[in-house]
């Protein structure tokens, strides 16, 4: 179970929570069948509670949601995108450690 704050997105919910948003935001591309993913996401869980308000996590599960997916050309998963103002700044595929994950969340604040 994830941390409570993190919003899992949609096509109806993504211009709401992630383009309107006022704090940097990650999103995290995963599918239920990749390893790696099911490794970050307890770190994601850990970001998430320490972080608080000052970011927001955010998850696409690229098969629910392939037109999200298509829209950012994810080709692997987990992809971690970092978006401010609505725009990318930044995306890394693979796993990330905790405090890359929130140095960079606070370098884009």
């Known amino acids: 179970m994830s941390h409570p704050s993190i919003v899992n997105l949609t096509t109806e919910t993504f211009a709401t929570e992630v383009e309107q948003a006022s704090v940097p935001v990650l999103i995290d591309f995963w599918s239920e069948h990749c390893g790696p993913c099911k490794m970050l996401s307890p770190v994601l869980d850990e ?7 000052s970011a927001k996590i955010t998850k696409v599960d690229v098969m629910a949601n392939r037109d999200l997916a298509i829209k950012f050309g994810i080709r692997a998963v987990p992809t971690l995108i970092f978006l401010k103002d609505g725009e990318v700044r930044e995306t890394k595929t693979g796993i990330m450690m905790k405090d890359a994950i929130i140095e960079k969340l606070k370098s884009f604040a």
Do not use: K, T
């Not at 970001?47 to 308000?53: F, M, N, P, R």
């Open 47 to 53: 970001v998430a509670a320490e972080i608080g308000d």
